[in-house]
């Protein structure tokens, strides 16, 4: 296995990165979140109550 990976690293880093983006990817546009992530685009406008 690990003959394998060092010979395939950059494929194998490729489709774990890739992976990885669509899991966030996923998880950012479902259906639930939606009312949560509208909250977070103001979040570089809100300002600081101190």
């Known amino acids: ?3 394998w990976l060092s010979q395939h ?3 194998a880093g490729l489709l774990f990165f890739f992976t990885v983006f669509l899991l966030i990817a996923g998880w950012a546009y479902r259906p639930k979140a939606k ?3 509208e909250s977070y685009k103001f979040i570089p406008l809100a300002e600081d109550d101190k």
């Open 1 to 3: 296995m690990i003959d």
């Open 9 to 11: 690293a950059g494929m």
């Open 35 to 37: 009312e949560q992530m």
